[in-house]
């Protein structure tokens, strides 16, 4: 086999990034703090992180829309309420990121069908830190279905480098008529939250739920 040589380039991606001095009160705190946790993964079973907080945050999100069940493998919906027949794909977004929407990664034909029948419904959860669920966008509309298969045929057409769907909040309040569901603050703080962030906009007032 013949050797090959490393190279030393002057890429773009290398001046990407702002690399700042490693906090070490911060990562001893935390690691402090996430001790209970750790228990509690150990208690549980859970020990894969990724799938301990989505199990965490979409059993959240599917317990105050009505879910009972919850899906532990990564193939399937997120969630299934056993009475109605009805299924959960939810989606969760940080507060502080700078778009709230659902991004779906390498959908499939067969779960973008799935989005055009009437027993799946989407939800996207948008928290604050770890644990506080700020609201959630809820709600079920075969467009969504459509547009998924539209990007997935835009993507091996090769127009697209990145098998990667997106639909914001906005697209799925105005088009798709879904609703904007309070678990834990008031319709006005939540009101407060959507006028900071989409200032001269009201796209969402109607779409508010009263609990």
């Not at 959240?60 to 794909?89: C, P, R, W």
């Not at 507060?95 to 709230?100: G, I, K, L």
């Not at 990667?164 to 105005?174: D, E, P, R």
């Amino acid at each position: 086999m013949s050797r090959i040589l490393f190279k030393n380039q002057e890429l773009d991606i290398f001046k990407k990034g702002d690399y700042q001095e490693i906090n070490r009160d911060f990562i001893s705190e935390a690691n402090y703090a996430i001790q209970p946790l750790i228990a509690i993964q150990n208690k549980y079973n859970k020990l894969d992180n990724d799938s301990f907080f989505n199990e965490l945050k979409d059993g959240m999100v599917g317990a105050y829309l009505d879910y009972d069940l919850i899906n532990i493998q990564k193939h399937g919906f997120d969630a299934k309420n056993s009475q109605k027949n009805t299924y959960l794909e939810v989606k969760q977004v940080s507060f502080s990121t700078t778009s709230w929407g659902a991004t779906f990664n390498d959908t499939t034909y067969e779960k973008a069908k799935a989005f055009e029948d009437e027993k799946l419904f989407l939800a996207v959860g948008v928290w604050a830190g770890l644990s506080e669920l700020l609201f959630i966008v809820y709600g079920q509309n075969p467009l969504i279905g459509q547009y998924l298969k539209q990007r997935i045929d835009f993507f091996k057409s090769g127009k697209s480098v990145r098998s990667t769907q997106s639909i914001s909040v906005k697209k799925l309040v105005q088009d798709c008529g879904f609703k904007i569901l309070t678990p834990v603050k008031t319709k006005k703080e939540i009101q407060n939250i959507f006028r900071l962030k989409y200032k001269g906009e009201d796209w969402w007032t109607e779409a508010i739920l009263d609990e």
